[in-house]
């Protein structure tokens, strides 16, 4: 029996480092914390209300998938997305996501395709109501287990690092101005079509889907770069 209790609190450690990262992957995706800043894991654990172990825990689970970096002796900088990056994220994901949603459309069987239906609605309830969380959520699950179709696991998980460092940052804007929804309409268009067998139609609505979202970022960064402008005219003033 004494073996136990340390099994035990390494799980409650686990739970709580959990807890932590996705409270930051949501702070992120609020805008909360702002890609270039530098924050500290005993300051983080202040508004968390823990201490700042699981802080750090998580925080180098976030810096493992490129989304912040280590500071020497000040904590973590949220990374900065660049342009060329998102470029870069949207050409490899093309490369691997288009050829494949084609093979799976050609091989999967309907009732495979039509068990993903609900991830692909909830896609879109959860955009309509603004739930950025759910929606990253239903919309990682939706697209990899989609791509899991093709029986590759080693490609699920390339794509599935790619999403993590590309998807984060300003998501709240797009949800607040309504551009989230016909993004996310674009998942059951393609399961549709993917039912259907129509394998070249699929692969050119992934494509536009990658253009639209990687479209969305662009403005996205276009809007938040002018606003840090305007707050660094204001302060200097």
Not at 129 to 140: F, M, P, V
Not at 146 to 155: F, I
Request: net charge negative; proline share 3%.
């Amino acid at each position: 029996m004494a073996d136990l209790k340390p099994r035990t609190l390494i799980s409650v450690q686990e739970r709580l480092r959990d807890q932590v990262a996705h409270a930051l992957r949501a702070a992120l995706i609020s805008g909360e914390l702002r890609p270039g800043v530098v924050y500290s894991a005993p300051a983080l654990a202040a508004d968390f209300g823990v201490s700042a172990t699981p802080v750090r825990e998580a925080m180098l689970d976030l810096a493992r998938e490129g989304l912040v970096e280590a500071v020497r002796n000040k904590g973590f900088r949220v990374t900065e997305l660049t342009e060329r990056d998102l470029d870069d994220f949207t050409e490899i994901r093309a490369l691997i996501e288009v050829p494949t949603v084609g093979r799976v459309a050609r091989t999967a069987n309907a009732d495979q395709l039509e068990a993903l239906r609900p991830q692909a609605e909830a896609i879109v309830v959860a955009a309509g109501k603004q739930d950025l969380i759910g929606y990253l959520e239903a919309d990682r699950q939706f697209h990899l287990d989609l791509l899991g179709l093709a029986g590759n696991s080693r490609l699920v998980e390339v794509v599935g690092d790619l999403r993590k460092r590309s998807r984060l940052y300003g998501l709240n804007r797009l949800a607040e101005r309504g551009e989230l929804v016909s993004s996310a309409e674009e998942h059951l268009e393609l399961l549709d079509l993917m039912i259907a067998g129509d394998a070249p139609a699929a692969e050119s609505c992934m494509t536009r889907h990658l253009s639209h979202v990687r479209s969305l970022w662009a403005d996205d960064h276009q809007e938040a770069e002018e606003e840090s402008r305007t707050g660094l005219r204001l302060r200097a003033r």
